[in-house]
């Protein structure tokens, strides 16, 4: 199977839009948006992240031994885009977008998202150019607003429709 047919596939499920967030030993934040973010279990509450092994948050998350996930909203398009690589801020300065502060875990967390999730590492598991981080949710906030997802290659957001009954 080629790798454009299967790329192509993926970009027909919709994925809620996150950004994973972390810290290095000097206190240095690091985050990137990411869709493949999936609970794991109810009890023990916990969930798993799928990054780039190449990227910070990968680097940072095992020696922090911590991480967020952070679900966007419909109004946080710039966030995601952000953490995204869609802007010209380097990794460092995307953390001017939106409004950010340290969570229980030290992770950072963004103000008014759907909801965050701060993790301590569990299990990092390598496969192929990924890793799957396990996380131990110790923190969950929730906030307001409708989802942002990702389908067919862009950002759209999830409005409920109510039906008249």
């Known amino acids: 199977m080629s790798m454009d047919l299967f790329l192509a596939g993926m ?7 996150t950004v994973v967030t972390t810290i290095g030993s000097d206190g240095e934040r690091r985050g ?3 869709t493949a973010i999936c609970s ?15 990227t910070w948050v990968a680097q940072f998350v095992p ?3 911590v ?18 690589g869609q802007t010209a801020l380097a990794a460092g300065e995307r953390f001017s977008i939106g409004e950010w502060q340290a969570g229980a ?10 909801a965050t999730f701060e ?18 949710v110790v923190a969950t906030v929730l906030g307001e607003g409708h989802s942002l997802v990702y389908v067919d290659g862009g950002f759209s957001p999830v409005l409920r429709q109510l039906s008249a009954a």
Do not use: Y
Not at 40 to 54: D, Q
Not at 67 to 84: I, K, T
């Open 11 to 17: 970009r027909k499920v919709a994925g809620a839009v």
């Open 32 to 34: 990137l948006t990411a």
């Open 40 to 54: 794991l279990s109810a009890e023990p509450p916990s969930l798993i992240a799928c990054v780039n092994r190449k």
């Open 63 to 65: 020696a922090s031994g």
């Open 67 to 84: 991480f967020a996930v952070n679900v966007l909203s419909h109004a946080q398009e710039d966030v995601a885009r952000a953490f995204a």
């Open 105 to 114: 875990t030290g992770a950072p967390v963004v103000r008014d998202g759907l």
């Open 119 to 136: 993790c301590r590492l569990e299990r990092l598991v390598h496969h192929a150019t990924h890793v799957i981080l396990i996380g131990h």
